[in-house]
């Protein structure tokens, strides 16, 4: 099982388009995208072009792998425009060891509270848009970083493939 992961597109259709060239060459069986998919937020400046009707456009195309999560900046109007469902909290996926990886974006379930896991589950969230890779307390915590907006200098994403996790970058 190969899965690619990525968070806070925020409509950026260039860095949509990275991310699309990334998903060919990698190959995935399933893209998880953690939220944030197509509006800026108030918050944050915008992001290299900004165009989200072609950023729903090119994750629609790849509707059939995509697993997505509501991010803060997600609202009903964009699962009106995206043809694979957005709004949930979370998801769970089980790898080929029926190992738990809970998906969710990091503002309702955070990593400082994260909702009770077994040990040896992965918590993948979003949210900060800097990259993270670390276990506590017998769950490991990944976090891509962010495809369009990145706070740690990088745009990027992560792969989980023969039950690793690996961050990778963009640019």
């Known amino acids: 099982m190969k899965l690619m ?4 597109i925020h409509g950026s259709a260039f860095w949509c388009r990275k991310l699309g060239e990334m998903l060919e060459r990698e190959s995935p069986d399933k893209l998880i995208l953690l939220g944030d998919l197509l509006y800026h937020g108030p918050r944050n400046p915008l992001p290299d072009e900004y165009a989200p009707k072609e950023v729903a456009a090119m994750l629609n195309d790849a509707r059939e792998l995509i697993v997505a999560v509501r991010g803060n900046c997600d609202s009903e109007v964009d699962q009106m425009v995206l043809a ?3 709004m949930a909290d979370y998801a769970i996926v089980l790898d080929e060891q029926a190992r738990t990886i809970f998906c969710t974006h990091g503002h309702v379930h955070t990593p400082e509270a994260p909702p ?3 040990k040896g589950s992965v918590f993948l969230s979003g ?3 800097v990259k993270t890779h670390e276990e506590r307390d017998g769950i490991l915590y990944v976090n891509p970083g962010s495809v369009s907006i990145p706070k740690d200098g990088s745009h ?3 792969v989980y493939e023969d039950g690793a996790f690996a ?3 963009l640019s």
Request: hydrophobic share 35%.
């Open 116 to 118: 009770a896991l077994p």
């Open 156 to 158: 990027s994403y992560a």
């Open 84 to 86: 694979f469902p957005c």
């Open 167 to 169: 961050l990778k970058t």
């Open 5 to 8: 992961v990525a968070s806070d």
């Open 127 to 129: 949210h900060t848009h």
